[in-house]
């Protein structure tokens, strides 16, 4: 009769872990001063063993300081006591904030208008920041484009970071008339003849005054009332203004003097007088 022998057996885990939802790469936005840090890489991922729970690590400790633009490889480990299995992912600190107009620069703006009536767009003087650099503004209406005198023009400014993002805004310009109309040539001085009761008026005087204005028509008005005396001897200022659309004016000022042209008259008249030579 054979003999049976004894021994011991030892049940050996030769199966690494297995890890899933392991990403290539993980971009992680900036905040507000343009910083990062590495997040925790571990959080999302599965892992799984046939013989034991399972320990995950990174190799980057979570909190470290990412470098804009600067890929960070990190290695995922997950073992289970015998067996190690690694991954690795690509940690990017990126810039996903547009960058910020300075509301100020934003307008209105007004444009005046030169003697003739014209003026075109500037280079509008729109600004914006970023944290994490410079910014590139640009208008979708050409400097030096025409303006119309009528009605506001509304620009669009994009200002666009290193990173390519971009903050859109609007600024309303405007094309404004500030110059006064033009008067044409007139009498400074005029006279006006006294009635018979030795009184006249300055009168309406808005015919002696004519003006022109580059952007249109304009109003004559006398300032001074018509039914203002006029004295004898000495001037009276009459005021008339010339007024455009755009309620810019200008000025003239008449001198008006009453001057007697009417030849007196007899209060009383004298009656034919006999007179008698004296008889020597």
Known sequence: ???????????????????????????????????????????????????????????????????????????????????????EVTVTAVDTTGPVFDAESLGPLSVVADEACSGTMPTLAATATDACGTATVTQDVEAGAPLTLSDATTVTVTATDAAGNKTVAEVAVTLVDQTPPVIGDFAATLEVPADEACAATVGDLTSLITGTDACGTVVVEQVTSPDTAALLGAPTTVVLTVTDAANNTATAEIQVTMVDLLPPTWVDTPQPANISADSD
């Open 1 to 87: 009769v054979g003999s049976a022998s004894e021994g011991a057996v030892t049940l050996v885990d030769e199966l690494a872990p297995v890890l899933g939802n392991v990403p290539e790469a993980v971009p992680v936005p900036v905040d507000a001063a343009c910083a990062a840090v590495m997040p925790d890489l571990l959080s999302d991922l599965t892992a799984g063993d046939n013989c034991a729970e399972v320990q995950l690590s990174q190799s980057v400790a979570v909190g470290t300081a990412l470098t804009l633009g600067e890929p960070v490889v990190v290695t995922i480990s997950a073992t289970d006591g015998e067996a190690t299995v690694t991954a």
